[in-house]
């Protein structure tokens, strides 16, 4: 099986632009859904509504990988399982250290999934001289000071940094001198790299207060609108009567009231 440092995907050669690589993943999720249940077929609104996009975007982005589905059957879904797949890298091996083996890091090397979509956990690395030889998720913790041989040994390419953010900086830049090209970032703090290494930052505290501000947003319509309703039923309760009309509906002459429709 090849390995990460010698196969790269083509994906950035073939022009795909970066929107679209970011919803193949949400596409081969829902594929391998449709697979498990075995799905033969499924049609590009399915496929849309089950990966949340449109079914006009789903088609352009397809578009990109050369595949339109057949009019009146659908995409095969075995084959855009492949395709997918193939595009995102995901038909090698990708060996993975993650650095940092806290809370989170020993959460992540505790994750099944890297192993189901072709990323192999090649190594934990912890600072703690106490952590080291420590097995995690079946894994033995090595220190930080072998890093370097680690990679090269084991041909990394993608780091996964679960530092405190103090240190996280400092982790990166080694990891890059050492030839990691990818780095998978969940330290809160922003990471500067050269040209040619590409970062991905997970900040759950960042993702939590989009959401806090999306419910105060809604608690402040929904506020809103509580006091229109009580403004528009004081206003109904103090309008003045509506005046009364008077007999036939007429207007007041120098001998009474005059009809309205005067008789023929």
């Known amino acids: 099986m090849a390995t990460g440092r010698t196969h790269r995907p083509a994906t950035r050669s073939r022009g795909i632009p970066e929107a679209t690589v970011a919803r193949l993943p949400l596409y081969l999720r829902a594929l391998t859904a449709l697979s498990e249940r075995s799905v033969p077929t499924v049609s590009s609104e399915e496929l849309a509504a089950a990966a949340g996009v449109n079914s006009a975007k789903l088609r352009k982005d397809f578009s990109y990988l050369g595949s339109y589905g057949t009019r009146g059957v659908g995409y095969d879904v075995e084959y855009l399982v492949y395709q997918i797949s193939r595009e995102l890298g995901l038909t090698q091996d990708w060996p993975v250290v993650i650095v940092g083996i806290g809370n989170l890091g020993a959460a992540l090397a505790g ?44 041909g990394v390419s993608i780091g996964v940094i679960a530092t405190p953010a103090g ?23 922003v990471l500067s790299v050269p040209d040619g290494v590409d970062v991905r930052k997970v900040d759950l505290s960042i993702e939590l207060q989009i959401l806090a501000f999306h419910e105060q947003r809604k608690a402040g319509e929904e506020s809103s609108a509580e006091a229109d309703a009580a403004e528009a039923d004081t206003a109904a309760a103090v309008a003045p009567p509506a005046p009364r009309a008077t007999t036939g509906g007429g207007r007041k002459g120098p001998d009474g009231d005059v009809p309205a429709v005067m008789p023929a």
Not at 118 to 143: E, N, S, W, Y
Not at 168 to 189: E, H, K, M
């Open 111 to 154: 994750y099944g999934g890297f192993a189901s979509r072709g990323f192999r956990v090649a190594a934990l690395i912890d600072a703690d001289p106490a952590m080291t030889g420590k097995p995690v998720a079946g894994i033995p913790v090595q220190h930080s000071d072998d890093l370097e041989k680690i990679i090269e040994e084991d």
């Open 167 to 189: 240190v996280a900086q400092q982790v990166c830049d080694r990891l890059v001198a050492a030839g990691v090209t990818s780095i998978l970032n969940f330290a809160p703090t």
